[in-house]
């Protein structure tokens, strides 16, 4: 295990637009203020999504898209910087109309309505390539 002690810096909390995408609202924000390493939280409803699955097996995601209004019953992620841009690696459990649940990397998907909550870190995280899993990875 690799790990390091980080501060927590500054706390934002936002309303995510109708109709823009869920993931460039968060990573917006973090451009906005200028933010390199933060933890989010967010919750609320979009009216479609692409979920990304990691194959383990294949080293590759498999998306799969569902165009269907979906509650976010959670979202959880971080800021860090991938080939030095913002990214906001964002999972979230869906639920449909049933209660039926869906899980896995939100890779995109249209706001309904969401808010957010982001905790930012003093000191940059950056995602670099991890042989053994062959993700890019923070620390």
């Given at each position: 295990?690799?790990?390091?002690?980080?501060?927590?810096?500054?706390?934002?909390?936002?309303?995510?637009?109708?109709?823009?995408?869920?993931?460039?609202?968060?990573?917006?924000?973090?451009?906005?203020?200028?933010?390199?390493?933060?933890?989010?939280?967010?919750?609320?409803?979009?009216?479609?999504?692409?979920?990304?699955?990691?194959?383990?097996?294949?080293?590759?995601?498999?998306?799969?898209?569902?165009?269907?209004?979906?509650?976010?019953?959670s979202c959880v992620g971080n800021i860090a910087l991938l080939d030095g841009e913002r990214f906001a690696h964002t999972h979230a459990v869906l639920s449909r109309r049933s209660g039926q649940s869906l899980a896995g990397h939100l890779d995109s998907a249209t706001v309904f309505a969401g808010e957010l909550y982001m905790r930012t870190f003093e000191e940059s995280l950056v995602r670099e390539h991890d042989d053994s899993t062959d993700l890019d990875l923070w620390l």
């Open positions: 295990m690799d790990y390091r002690e980080v501060a927590g810096e500054r706390e934002f909390v936002a309303r995510l637009g109708h109709g823009a995408d869920w993931r460039e609202e968060i990573e917006s924000l973090a451009d906005d203020e200028d933010v390199d390493a933060a933890w989010f939280i967010a919750m609320g409803a979009v009216q479609d999504a692409d979920v990304w699955f990691y194959d383990q097996d294949e080293t590759e995601y498999r998306e799969v898209r569902f165009d269907e209004p979906l509650e976010v019953a």
